[in-house]
């Protein structure tokens, strides 16, 4: 608690709200609010893990969170965690998976219903199966049982379709009707949801 860090740490959260700075300057002030383990600095790293923000800004503060480590900011992460863009995404499973206690609480939340088991790819849920820790693997197996049984059936349900002959035109109309209002593709859409 050093009056010099206090005013680095004052500045760099300034520059991290400002959106007209340039992307890499509020990045470098994300990054360094993540040393600053303040509520204030929290709480700020979680209102830029937001769709309208850019996914670099994303990136740096879910990693500034995951520095501290602790059960908390795994929280904060989970609850946003549907919302993650992929470079976001990856980045957060690839920490929580050197955490186990991160990974339980991931865990938690997919039997609690907050999550579900089948917005995992098998590639994920696979790592899951595969875990260092008993206890990752046997919670793994139970929660994602019933999901690797549906999967075939799933896929297999899809072969007619993906048989069919398209038409673009007619894709595009609906993707503009129902989907463009969460999601964008080229110049169409809203960046809400995933890409």
């Known amino acids: 608690d050093l009056p010099r ?25 994300v990054r360094l609010l993540g040393l600053d383990r303040s509520d204030g600095s929290r709480l700020l790293l979680d209102q830029l893990l937001v769709p309208q923000q850019p996914t670099e800004i994303q990136r740096a503060a879910a990693n500034s969170l995951l520095a501290g480590g602790d059960a908390t900011t795994a929280r904060m992460l989970i ?36 999550l579900q088991p089948f917005s995992f790819n098998v590639a994920r849920v696979n790592q899951l199966l595969r875990h260092s820790d008993e206890g990752v693997r046997k919670r793994a197996k139970t929660l994602f049982a019933e ?37 964008r593709i080229g110049d169409m859409g809203s960046e809400v949801g995933p890409d």
């Open 5 to 29: 860090l206090r005013a680095e740490v004052q500045r760099a959260t300034v520059i991290a709200r400002n959106e007209k700075t340039p992307q890499e300057v509020r990045v470098n002030s």
């Open 79 to 114: 609850d946003k965690w549907r919302g993650f863009p992929v470079p976001v995404s990856e980045a957060v499973w690839n920490a929580f998976l050197r955490n186990t206690e991160h990974l339980n609480l991931l865990l938690d939340a997919i039997e609690a219903g907050k």
């Open 147 to 183: 999901v690797a049984s549906d999967r075939q059936k799933i896929i297999s349900s899809y072969h007619d379709a993906a048989s069919r002959r398209g038409d673009i035109a007619r894709g595009k109309e609906v993707f503009r009707r129902v989907c463009s209002g969460c999601h």
